[in-house]
């Protein structure tokens, strides 16, 4: 891409996106079309504006393809939002299986990054002790736990973190289940070489239910601790973590192939140029890592539909689709039994950023996935058990998804953001702005600037800077800003009774 004040993202679009503020009577050159273009009002950056004259009722097309209906005769030149364009999405739809022909990427000789090999064979990118209780009446608990030993132990491993949450009481059916088995999935991420479970003792949640869900472990790796049945829960648990720790040493780092390293994905505070810059170099980022034989994780299923027919046509096979076809409509469904709008989005922010409706941020925030083949489904809260492009049923919710996504295995998340956000998830979360406004204005938030790729650098070589980071950050020879200012956090989806 070139520096210019407008980008045309697809031969057939009817909208631009201005990339820098437009004022009235501007003339805009539309390199794309080799045609100007006078602005006749003002357009705000990220925001689209009509290339041509577009009906009342007719479909405005941007990445070729629909984001939604004109409510009212556009004018080209005109600024295009909320005022003038609405959803065209409407209610449950059905979909058929029309698989794309999509080429087997070849395989790449194998990038390694140093990290820790475990006794399952599975690989880590940190050395931790990871904290999780069973229940929220225990928070301050397992806060105070980590602070004493992190300060305590901090020279021997990567750290030891406690994630506050607060559920596990009162909780019932699915949603007791919920919680039993996105904590579980946490106990079982390699980044975690020891566990210290800590519950407090008549909680719903209880240890030896919770042990059954976490599955078997090799000795030494999960402590447990009920601390109703202790004197001194403190004592007890610096205690267990000390062994915990020295278990931990026995893992040195060692060169890992990239094919073991699993990639999550997820935008948050999305703007007009998401869907331009740091989506596709995701999108990038995710098909890089496939052909190394590793795996990506997208989430975020409201914020398919619209989009969702290109997942769907990308499926591995009939089985997969079916799959993604029950990921979508189950959460429609979700909505609907809350008496809720399906397609009630974008949020604010986004609107301010420039999206309009729910089918141009799914549009754009699909981009994430790449271009490879969707080759498994993932009920919430569970761990990946295939290589390649999986998709994770979560919401939309930053830390809802985060989680997600560190539950199911990703060692690493790759977070685009056009607004910007300083939450990190319980691993490694790679803030990426869409624009370099923001890389520039919050150095503490952003770790990468995909800005950049509207001022004239190309996606080839964004994507090969990015690769070599990530490389370094799995190795441990540099930390996200998440971890330099320990903004870790997890949430839990909730949907059901609490007593």
């Keep these: 891409m070139t520096l210019n004040s407008s980008i045309l993202l697809h031969k057939n679009d009817g909208v631009a996106v201005a990339l820098r503020d437009i004022h009235n009577g501007e003339a805009i050159l539309i390199d794309e079309l080799s045609k100007s273009i006078t602005a006749i009002e003002d357009i705000p950056k990220s925001h689209k504006f009509a290339v041509k004259t577009i009906a009342q009722g007719d479909d405005v097309l941007k990445f070729g393809y629909s984001i939604g209906v004109a409510t009212e005769a556009i004018t080209e030149g005109s600024w295009i939002h909320t005022h003038n364009l609405k959803t065209g999405?409407?209610?449950?739809?059905?979909?058929?299986?029309?698989?794309?022909?999509?080429?087997?990427?070849?395989?790449?000789?194998?990038r390694y990054f140093n990290g820790y090999v475990r006794e399952n064979g599975e690989a880590g990118i940190r050395n931790e002790i990871w904290i999780i209780n069973t229940v929220g009446c225990i928070n301050k608990t397992c806060e105070h736990l980590a602070k004493m030993t992190g300060s305590l132990h901090g020279d021997r491993?990567?750290?030891?973190?406690?994630?506050?949450?607060?559920?596990?009481?009162?909780?019932?059916?699915?949603?007791?289940?919920?919680?039993?088995?996105?904590?579980?999935?946490?106990?079982?991420?390699?980044?975690?070489?020891?566990?210290?479970?800590?519950?407090?003792?008549?909680?719903?949640?209880q240890i030896e239910a919770f042990k059954k869900v976490i599955g078997d472990q090799p000795a030494g790796r999960i402590k447990f601790l009920t601390s109703q049945e202790v004197d001194d829960e403190f004592e007890v648990g610096m205690e267990l973590i000390g062994e915990l720790v020295a278990y931990a040493e026995q893992f040195k780092r060692q060169p890992v192939p990239v094919s073991k390293l699993k990639i999550g994905l997820k935008c948050g505070g999305s703007d007009g140029l998401s869907g331009i810059t740091a989506n596709p170099l995701a999108?990038?980022?995710?098909?890089?890592?496939?052909?190394?034989?590793?795996?990506?994780?997208?989430?975020?299923?409201?914020?398919?539909?619209?989009?969702?027919?290109?997942?769907?046509?990308?499926?591995?096979?009939?089985?997969?689709?079916?799959?993604?076809?029950?990921?979508?409509?189950?959460?429609?469904?979700?909505?609907?039994r809350h008496g809720q709008e399906i397609?009630?989005?974008?949020?604010?922010?986004?609107?301010?950023?420039?999206?309009?409706?729910?089918?141009?941020?799914?549009?754009?925030?699909?981009?994430?996935?790449g271009h490879?083949?969707?080759?498994?489904?993932?009920?919430?809260?569970?761990?990946?058990?295939?290589?390649?492009?999986?998709?994770?049923?979560?919401?939309?919710?930053?830390?809802i998804?985060?989680?997600?996504?560190?539950?199911?295995?990703?060692?690493?998340?790759l977070f685009t953001t056009g607004r910007g956000t300083p939450f990190g998830g319980p691993v490694p979360t790679v803030k990426i702005s869409t624009n370099t406004e923001l890389a520039q204005r919050k150095k503490n938030w952003i770790d990468f600037d995909a800005g950049r790729l509207v001022n004239g650098l190309k996606m080839d070589d964004l994507t090969e800077e990015l690769v070599e980071?990530?490389?370094?950050?799995?190795?441990?020879?540099?930390?996200?800003?998440?971890e330099k200012f320990e903004f870790r956090e997890i949430s839990i989806f909730k949907d059901g009774v609490i007593l």
């Design 89 to 110: 999405l409407n209610g449950l739809l059905e979909y058929a299986y029309e698989p794309d022909d999509i080429p087997n990427q070849p395989m790449k000789e194998s």
């Design 157 to 205: 491993i990567d750290g030891i973190y406690h994630f506050s949450h607060p559920y596990g009481c009162s909780q019932l059916g699915d949603d007791l289940t919920y919680t039993q088995t996105l904590l579980a999935s946490l106990a079982n991420h390699p980044n975690a070489a020891g566990i210290l479970v800590v519950g407090l003792g008549c909680e719903n949640n």
């Design 283 to 336: 999108g990038m980022i995710s098909d890089w890592i496939i052909s190394e034989g590793g795996t990506s994780i997208l989430t975020e299923v409201p914020e398919m539909f619209g989009a969702e027919t290109i997942l769907m046509n990308r499926a591995a096979n009939e089985e997969v689709f079916h799959s993604i076809v029950h990921l979508v409509n189950d959460f429609k469904e979700y909505f609907i």
């Design 343 to 369: 397609y009630e989005n974008p949020s604010p922010g986004n609107k301010k950023g420039g999206i309009t409706t729910l089918e141009e941020k799914s549009l754009g925030c699909t981009q994430k996935g």
């Design 372 to 399: 490879s083949t969707v080759q498994d489904v993932v009920p919430y809260g569970e761990r990946v058990k295939v290589n390649g492009l999986n998709l994770i049923q979560s919401p939309g919710n930053d830390l």
């Design 401 to 413: 998804s985060v989680t997600a996504l560190a539950a199911a295995g990703a060692h690493i998340i």
């Design 469 to 482: 980071d990530l490389i370094d950050l799995a190795s441990g020879n540099r930390q996200t800003n998440n």
